[in-house]
């Protein structure tokens, strides 16, 4: 089977068989160079679906990944980033291993193939013109026969006629003579040129031609191989990426398997639990007996003190028993006093581990100036030694200003966590019997209360409607009763502001006299004047108790 043999006739058809072949290679180039582009279109809408759903940089929804189903799902975003990427892999190997490959090959297949149908046609203009001379040749040998036909006609009519004179015959003959030897020359030359041109056209249509075609279709079969090759490549550059775009999706599998239920429970009781315990049993109030008014002499919790906060809670003064009735909308306490137990020992302890990263890395920024200082001092030509002085005593005060803030908030922390430094482990003994004997009403109200997502409290409404019921019933009867005694003085710290319904303020240094002791929630009730009383937090006083004021509590 050869083109040189078969189709040794069909010159055209094979030249624009062969462009055929070229248009349909330059559309499969065309059709793979649209699918990079889908693909990178792909990977860049895979990225910023990605990018959408990533959590901002500190912020709240990133404290939220750390629950498990936040992590799956973020191993998700993460899984399909790279899922995009090798997208991305499939458009840059199919760019360099077939349309860059390709478009090369084109472009030598045009050339080649040119080549070929230049030597085609050269060998027909050169058969053309063979049998150009072959006809050209024919026809002067036919003219010259029919000349010597002509010239040998006159010369029998000359010699015939009597009258003619012998010269005259004689130049007749030698005429007749000439045109038959220019007539066998002629013959000769066609007999020749004929011989030549059925070489030439033997060569042309056996040799020249079948080779050029031979020459015509190895190249037509390389291009289909060549297309066939890039096809099965197609699809392997797509096979290369899926045990990749497998362990991308086996990741995800791995990741909703190592969602946690229990872990993200417990993850939701660290960040919301207040710490609090939860209220007792109400005690029945028998209003059939006369109400005692006498003040026990051996404990603060006597009836009255009892019978005044439990219905002052439903009264006017509810908002000083717990100061978080309603959220705060000022400036945060420094020390987070505006929290519940938990999570303000959650935040201290986030804040003081804040502080001790800066401390060290002041620390090491000192380490490096003191390093620099020493080789200036070995190389006074690197610099001089007393100019970085400046910058070691900056960063020496900024290590003990952090250290000072560092110390105030383990203070703190260290209260919330029972480790008092400020207070005795008399007091703390007395404060736990104090509770054990008589659970706080501050306690039992704050366990009503939802905690919003800041970590304030607000009221339900079921219990706002109860409070309003217990303040319309008993007020009148208990807001013109006498005020608790002051049991002792105390010292302020430092200055606290009052914001908070229930709070009140003071100047650090200022004494003023205490009437309820801290019962574990973390402030202690004042009163610097017959109108003016409120909650201070506990660790901004210094409290020096009087043991023989009634309600004092007894010391072991």
Not at 212 to 228: A, N, S
Not at 305 to 322: D, P, Q, R, V, Y
Not at 528 to 545: H, I, K, M
Request: with cysteine.
């Amino acid at each position: 089977m050869s083109w040189g043999t078969e189709l040794w006739d069909q010159f055209d058809n094979l030249e624009k068989h062969t462009q055929w072949g070229i248009d349909i290679l330059e559309k499969y180039i065309k059709f793979v160079k649209e699918r990079t582009e889908i693909e990178l279109s792909y990977a860049k809408q895979l990225r910023n679906l990605s990018k959408k759903y990533q959590p901002k940089k500190n912020s709240k929804e990133e404290e939220e990944y750390r629950y498990t189903a936040c992590k799956a799902f973020l191993s998700t975003l993460n899984e399909m980033n790279d899922y995009a990427g090798q997208h991305e892999v499939i458009s840059e190997n199919m760019t360099s291993q077939i349309t860059v490959e390709l478009a090369r090959y084109v472009q030598e297949l045009k050339q080649e193939r040119k080549s070929h149908f230049h030597d085609g046609r050269k060998a027909q203009q050169h058969i053309e013109t063979c049998w150009k001379q072959l006809e050209s040749s024919k026809r002067r040998f036919e003219r010259d026969c029919k000349e010597a036909d002509r010239a040998q006609q006159y010369f029998e009519k000359m010699d015939a006629d009597i009258n003619v004179t012998k010269a005259d015959v004689e130049k007749a003959r030698q005429q007749a003579q000439m045109r038959h030897q220019m007539a066998e020359d002629s013959k000769a030359d066609y007999s020749s040129i004929l011989q030549k041109f059925n070489h030439e056209q033997h060569e042309y249509y056996h040799t020249h031609i079948p080779n050029i075609f031979q020459k015509i279709q190895e190249m037509e079969e390389r291009r289909i191989v060549r297309i066939g090759e890039s096809v099965k490549t197609y699809a392997e550059l797509d096979r290369q990426v899926i045990p990749i775009i497998g362990k991308c999706l086996d990741g995800i599998v791995k990741a909703a398997e190592s969602i946690d239920p229990k872990n993200d429970s417990q993850l939701a009781i660290e960040a919301y639990k207040s710490g609090f315990e939860p209220p007792g049993d109400i005690e029945f109030e028998d209003y059939t007996q006369p109400m005692k008014r006498t003040v026990s002499d051996n404990s603060l919790s006597n009836s009255r003190g009892e019978s005044k906060s439990e219905l002052k809670f439903g009264g006017k003064s509810k908002g000083k028993l717990w100061p978080f009735i309603k959220k705060n909308k000022g400036a945060t306490p420094e020390d987070f006093s505006n929290l519940p137990p938990e999570q303000r020992r959650k935040k201290l302890q986030q804040k003081v581990d804040e502080l001790n990263k800066e401390i060290q890395k002041e620390m090491d920024q000192r380490d490096a100036i003191t390093k620099m200082k020493d080789v200036y001092l070995k190389n006074p030509q690197m610099g001089d030694p007393a100019s970085l002085d400046h910058k070691l005593a900056e960063v020496s005060q900024n290590i003990e200003k952090l250290r000072l803030e560092a110390q105030k908030f383990e203070a703190w922390l260290a209260e919330v966590e029972g480790r008092l430094p400020a207070r005795s482990e008399q007091a703390r003994r007395q404060s736990g019997m104090y509770d054990v004997q008589n659970p706080p009403a501050v306690n039992s109200c704050a366990q009503d209360r939802e905690s919003s997502p800041d970590g304030s409290y607000t009221e339900e409404q079921s219990q706002e409607s109860e409070v309003k019921v217990l303040a319309t019933d008993f007020d009148d009867e208990f807001d013109d009763e006498e005020s608790l005694p002051a049991i002792g003085t105390c010292k302020a710290l430092y200055t606290f502001e009052g914001q908070n319904e229930g709070t009140i303020s003071v100047v650090e240094g200022e004494t003023v006299y205490v009437i309820e002791e801290d019962k574990g929630d973390g402030w202690t009730r004042i009163r610097r004047n017959e109108d003016e009383e409120g909650y201070v937090p506990t660790s901004y006083v210094e409290v020096y108790l009087d043991k023989n004021a009634k309600g004092a509590k007894t010391y072991i």
